[in-house]
């Protein structure tokens, strides 16, 4: 009698820097492997590989780094294993200019910095997302009314007014995760959650085209999250060794493809996603208009049948790298972090009376303005690096607690608070602090790997491995959950920090100040 061969479906979360893939056994839900590749090219903000300098407020990425990271992956994940599905989220917004065929214009034009992807970092978009926010608010009622730079529409208004030759040649100006999967099947599918939040399609208008000259042309409908792209090309099958046929899942935008993964597949749950940047994810039921600040809802775009609020911090463990990068101290990353973590975590809340304003890479909530700047008040000459520190991760935490009350305040109705990825899993001095400034219980998933997990339950739904995200939750994601619950002497310590954060975060003559030095030439 033959032995049955196994059955395995595979996860890629495409993320700021690199890309991780999950395996997972079909039959028993545990994951097998995982691999991590680091993109060649990073993040290019100063330069260009060939040595082009970029402007200021620049972020962009090499699209061949996003197929080298996909070969290795699925390569070290699939060879000789029959794969079923491969599903896939995308940090967000990263769109690209490409040919008919896919082909990203960077290969032609190398020293072109628009023919590039445009990461979500890019702040260089912002003043056409203001004068379109100004010009057309009253079609972005579902994102408060107003679009951000770091979008899709505003990339394509500033590659449109900066580089019309190249605009010109452009036949598709697609998401990078759109992108993707148009390299894994050889067909051009869009996702309905990125077209919905990064791009403003409306199932009943369709997309925002006319805003930027020969957008329309140069987009294409979206398909729902949850259903096929299409199947692994036989070449990608050929290079990774992986036996199929495997089908291959709509993408899914990075921070909401964790949903199912730790059992958020239903309403009055809050969920954070806390990595390099973080996003914060309400789910609802039914429709609520959306709340001041907050900055988009869409229906069907996260998990089919619910409303999802979103909102995020283009800063977060970022904020905390660039510190520990710049100023510990330190013999390398590792040993920086553990060393101040463990200082700050000996120091009581407020003790160094400081303050820090999150906006470190701009502001969403409740403002939508990428030329804000970070702000720390109150350092002395008795100031120390742990004092500093410690204030930057109350600063980002008091910066989730004010999206958490703008979204309770508006009338959603919170009853789990979820705190997931990177930084949730492994810093639970930061879940605490958390914790203590929400007031409230916050529970951690107890799973590796979550965002891949999530994007692999999208692949399995996408195949019909299983019949819905309710039973992929149940069979291959989160089973057990961390509780962290506030300290009340904690607790009220922070309600008083967070009030003044609060008056910062609403003062209009700091956020002049800050335009005024953003707007300084060298």
């Known amino acids: 009698m033959t032995e049955r061969q196994p059955s395995y479906i595979i996860g890629l979360d495409f993320g700021s820097e690199s890309a991780r893939g999950a395996l997972i056994d ?14 060649p090219h990073g993040i290019m903000d100063e330069c260009l590989a060939g040595g082009t300098l970029l402007p200021p407020a620049w972020s962009l990425q090499d699209a061949g780094d996003y197929t080298a990271a996909a070969r290795a992956i699925l390569k070290a ?16 917004s990263s769109p690209l200019p490409v040919t008919t065929d896919g082909t990203p214009l960077s290969i032609h034009h190398p020293d072109a910095p628009h023919a590039y992807v445009k990461l979500y970092k890019h702040q260089a978009a912002q003043p056409h997302a ?28 500033q590659m449109h007014a900066e580089a019309p030759t190249l605009w010109a040649e452009t036949a598709r100006f697609i998401e990078g995760g759109d992108w993707m999967v148009w390299q894994l099947t050889g067909d051009e599918q869009r996702s309905y959650g990125f077209a919905t939040y990064k791009a403003q399609y409306s199932p009943e208008t369709g997309y925002p085209d006319d805003l930027v000259e020969g957008l329309g042309e140069r987009l294409s409908p979206p398909l729902p999250v949850g259903q096929s792209a299409g199947l692994l090309s036989q070449a990608w099958l ?6 199929g046929p495997c089908t291959v899942a709509v993408a899914v935008i990075d921070s909401h493809v964790v949903l199912p993964a730790v059992g958020a597949v239903g309403g009055g749950t809050f969920v954070g996603a806390l990595g390099t940047s973080a996003a914060y994810l309400m789910l609802s039921e039914r429709f609520q208009p959306l709340p001041e600040g907050i900055e988009g809802v869409a229906r069907d775009s996260s998990l089919p ?32 972090f553990a060393r101040l973590n463990a200082e700050a975590e000996a120091l009581r809340p407020g003790e160094g009376r400081l303050l820090a304003l999150d906006w470190w890479n701009g502001n969403r909530v409740p403002h939508g303005d990428a030329a804000l700047s970070g702000l720390l008040i109150g350092p002395t000459r008795k100031t120390t690096q742990a004092e500093i520190y410690r204030a930057l991760m109350e600063g980002l935490c008091f910066g989730a607690r004010h999206v958490f009350d703008l979204m309770r305040d508006g009338g959603l109705e919170i009853g789990r608070v979820l705190m997931t990825s990177g930084l949730a899993e492994r810093n639970p001095f930061l879940v605490q602090m958390m ?88």
């Open 238 to 243: 050929t290079e990774s060794g992986i036996v």
């Open 130 to 157: 203001i004068t379109l926010s100004a010009a057309h608010g009253e079609r972005f009622s579902h994102f408060g009314g107003r679009i951000s730079g770091e979008w899709l529409i505003a990339k394509a208004a």
């Open 305 to 336: 049948g619910l409303w999802c609020y979103e909102a995020g911090q283009p800063s977060f463990g970022d904020c905390l790298g660039w510190f520990v990068r710049n100023f510990s101290n330190s013999g390398d990353l590792a040993s920086g």
């Open 77 to 92: 994940l699939g060879q000789g294993r029959r794969v079923l599905s491969i599903g896939l989220d995308f940090t967000a």
């Open 435 to 522: 914790a203590d400034v929400f007031d409230c219980q916050v529970e951690v998933p107890v799973i590796r790997n979550a965002s891949c997990v999530g994007a692999a339950i999208h692949g399995a739904v996408a195949a019909g491995v299983v019949a819905d995200f309710n039973e992929g939750a149940a069979r291959f994601g989160a089973r057990e959950f961390t509780c962290y619950t506030p300290r009340p002497d904690a607790a009220a310590t922070y309600q008083r920090l967070y009030a003044i954060f609060r008056r910062l975060s609403a003062d209009t003559t700091l956020r002049e100040a800050m335009h005024a030095l953003c707007a300084l030439e060298n």
């Open 26 to 39: 079909v039959e028993t839900g545990a994951e097998v492997a995982a691999h991590v590749h680091a993109y």
